[in-house]
């Protein structure tokens, strides 16, 4: 799954470990959604779209299967 996270903490200029404090999880699960090695549980999804005020489908992109 491709995602805009990446891109969203920077326009806020957050760390990883700033996200991932807000979000309630660890930095390395930030680093693993931002590179595509882990794709969110929806709940973390809902999450991320709440925190960014944006819709999941514009933050989170299907991928080539």
Do not use: C
Not at 12 to 17: K, N, P, T, V, Y
Not at 22 to 36: F, H, K, P, W, Y
């Amino acid at each position: 799954m491709n995602n805009h996270v990446r891109e969203l903490r920077g326009e806020h200029s957050w760390s990883q470990a700033d996200l991932a404090e807000r979000l309630d999880v660890s930095r390395q699960t930030i680093n693993a959604i931002e590179t595509g090695k882990y794709d969110p549980s929806l709940p973390l999804a809902f999450k991320i779209a709440r925190l960014f005020g944006r819709s999941i489908e514009s933050i989170f992109l299907p991928g080539e299967e």
